[in-house]
């Protein structure tokens, strides 16, 4: 079946430093991706929605210039979370959805911690 | 736009009983509901769909309900196991766009 890599599974960083996490998918095109995050005990937020070769879209109250989001191709898109604080430590989870919007496959997420 | 409600948030029931979560969804435009087990730590997985031309769909243990008019749909687990145990998530789609509006999640326990 579909399958995405995601890239780390955790990481710990200082305040101020920029992370970049990374999803593949691995036998199909994704033409969609999905950017959500998940706070301890809660459900996924969706954070952004990104097709291939196109400017992100982002939710309400996600800041662009802060979660940067790149889809150069159909295989890989890559969120990188800059100046990160505290705050922004999190579980981070990709989906993927290929041509005809049908099924969507989650990567396995990222912790991230900063410190 | 889309609300999605889901309970109860922990369910805890004894090996080899029924397990069932229930959602409710506003949006009279979804037509497409995924249920997704996450275990600890890690991404979610899809377990079940079932989409709006359809009122019941079940593969082995696992079973989704649907009733369109009461924008509600249904998880149900039988004969549950311990490896069961992990936190299970509804969603809903609109025809309009690819965007899923997950519940808040279910913790289920399954006691040996």
């Known amino acids: 079946g579909a399958v995405v890599s995601q890239h780390p599974s955790w990481v710990i960083c200082k305040s101020g430093t920029s992370v970049k996490i990374e999803c593949r998918s691995l036998d199909f095109q994704a033409t969609t991706m999905f950017w959500y995050r998940q706070f301890p005990k809660q459900s996924l937020m969706l954070m952004a929605t990104s097709n291939e070769g196109s400017k992100a879209t982002y939710e309400q109250g996600v800041e662009k210039d802060k979660f940067l989001i790149n889809h150069a191709s159909l295989t890989l898109s890559t969120l990188t979370v800059t100046s990160a604080h505290p705050e922004d430590s999190s579980f981070y989870i990709c989906?993927?959805?290929?041509?005809?919007?049908?099924?969507?496959?989650f990567g396995s997420g990222t912790r991230l911690t900063v410190v | 736009g889309e609300n999605v409600e889901q309970h109860p948030s922990t369910l805890s029931v004894q090996e080899g009983d029924s397990a069932v979560i229930k959602c409710t969804y506003s949006?009279?435009?979804?037509?497409?509901f995924p249920w997704y087990k996450q275990e600890l730590g890690k991404g979610s997985q899809l377990i079940i769909d079932?989409?709006?031309?359809?009122g019941e769909k079940k593969d082995q243990r696992i079973a989704v309900t649907l009733n369109k008019t009461a924008k509600h749909f249904s998880l149900h687990i039988t004969e549950t196991q311990p490896e069961d145990s992990a936190v299970y998530f509804c969603a809903a789609r609109p025809a309009s766009n690819y965007k899923l509006t997950f519940g808040k999640g279910t913790l289920l326990t399954v006691n040996p």
């Open positions: 079932i989409r709006s031309n359809v």
């Open positions: 989906s993927a959805s290929g041509q005809g919007g049908g099924g969507y496959t």
């Open positions: 949006d009279s435009a979804s037509n497409y």
